[in-house]
T-cell receptor, first 118, second 110 residues
Framework: DAGVIQSPRHEVTEMGQEVTLRCKPI?????LFWYRQTMMRGLELLIYFNNNVPIDDSGMPEDRFSAKMPNASFSTLKIQPSEPRDSAVYFC????????????????FGPGTRLTVL | DAKTTQPTSMDCAEGRAANLPCNHSTISGNEYVYWYRQIHSQGPQYIIH???NNETNEMASLIITEDRKSSTLILPHATLRDTAVYYC???????????FGTGTRLQVFP
């Protein structure tokens, strides 16, 4: 398996532009997580899905951020309009659900997308 | 979830054991201790987890005190490739989320 795939790996855009980050989870995984990492705030959970349904979006910073998971193999995180303070590395992670337990020990992270908003 | 406290940074000589401490004094009975690490410019990677017994796998050992208020991650023979930020996380059995703190930056030197 290729692991969690994220695209693009790097994105440079200007303030006010729309940005779309993409994630392909590992096949068969039921959960998908979006994180953001900055020097100031560390690694923050933004939103996560279970079976394509958003479960907890309490970490989404504001209405400019939205995430979708139209099917089990694809998710997007969109920022519209983007601002310089959105500059960060955005990680996607996926994990399977086994029995009655979410397998936190097998939360697989993608390589991340480094976003720079000028 | 219980909060964890870790030293900001540590050094270790290559080939020696690296012992990374973590305090989680408010941990409750159904909360696990997880360790992840993040090598520069990569996504976090799972290392090990435990509830109350000591655990060992091919990467590391996890020692949890009897009162469960602290734990130590042991890398038995550190290599340069173990240089990374190590996160100690406490997670409840019935939650889906991992909450990452600031971690310990381990520098392994030759």
């Amino acid at each position: 398996d290729a692991g969690v795939i994220q695209s693009p790996r790097h994105e440079v855009t200007e303030m006010g532009q729309e940005v779309t980050l993409r994630c392909k989870p590992i096949s068969g995984h039921d959960y998908l997580f979006w994180y953001r990492q900055t020097m100031m705030r560390g690694l923050e959970l933004l939103i996560y899905f279970n079976n394509n349904v958003p479960i907890d979006d309490s970490g989404m910073p504001e209405d400019r951020f939205s995430a979708k998971m139209p099917n089990a193999s694809f998710s997007t995180l969109k920022i519209q309009p983007s601002e310089p303070r959105d500059s960060a590395v955005y990680f996607c992670a996926s994990t399977p659900f086994e029995g009655e337990e979410v397998k936190g020990d097998t939360q697989y992270f993608g390589p991340g997308t480094r976003l720079t908003v000028l | 979830d219980a909060k964890t406290t870790q030293p900001t940074s540590m050094d270790c000589a290559e080939g020696r054991a690296a012992n990374l401490p973590c305090n989680h004094s408010t941990i409750s009975g159904n909360e696990y201790v997880y360790w992840y690490r993040q090598i520069h410019s990569q996504g976090p990677q799972y290392i090990i987890h435990g509830l109350k017994n000591n655990e060992t796998n091919e990467m590391a050992s996890l020692i949890i005190t009897e009162d469960r208020k602290s734990s130590t991650l042991i890398l038995p023979h550190a290599t340069l490739r173990d240089t990374a930020v190590y996160y100690c996380i406490v997670r409840s059995y019935n939650t889906d989320k991992l909450i990452f703190g600031t971690g310990t930056r381990l520098q392994v030197f030759p």
